[in-house]
């Protein structure tokens, strides 16, 4: 059997409160940017939905040729928030030679 964390809430709702528990867990969290470079809410439409920003992560430059990454992370869409996986984008980096947007 199965239980529903969230009786009587409508998705509005338990997004609102899923938000507002991240925010309180990302207000304690702090991530080393050294090597790291984040031009940071860039907009691919300029109508000034900030729904429409994102930003790009650029790891140290090497001398070999290594791959590049895109990736969506789509958190922005459900929860609001671009670092909800920030921990995850830096350790991706910090490999080296590697870009995420």
Same mark, same amino acid.
């Given at each position: *059997?199965?239980?529903? *964390?969230? +009786?009587?809430?409508?998705?509005?709702?338990?997004?609102?409160?899923?938000?507002?528990k991240?925010?309180?867990?990302?207000?304690?969290?702090?991530?080393?940017?050294?090597?790291?470079?984040i031009?940071?809410? +860039?907009?691919?439409?300029?109508?000034?939905?900030?729904?429409?920003? =994102?930003?790009?992560?650029?790891?140290?430059?090497?001398?070999?040729?290594?791959?590049?990454l /895109?990736?969506?992370?789509?958190?922005? /869409?459900?929860?609001? +928030?671009?670092? =909800?996986?920030?921990?995850?984008?830096? /350790?991706? /980096?910090?490999?080296g030679? *590697?870009? +995420?947007?």
């Amino acid at each position: *059997m199965t239980c529903d *964390m969230y +009786l009587d809430l409508g998705l509005k709702d338990i997004i609102k409160i899923l938000g507002e528990k991240d925010c309180k867990r990302l207000a304690h969290t702090s991530y080393s940017t050294d090597g790291i470079e984040i031009p940071s809410d +860039l907009s691919y439409n300029s109508d000034g939905d900030l729904y429409h920003d =994102f930003d790009i992560y650029y790891g140290k430059v090497s001398e070999k040729s290594l791959p590049s990454l /895109l990736y969506f992370q789509g958190g922005g /869409l459900f929860m609001r +928030l671009r670092r =909800f996986l920030r921990s995850f984008v830096f /350790l991706l /980096l910090r490999g080296g030679g *590697m870009w +995420l947007i």
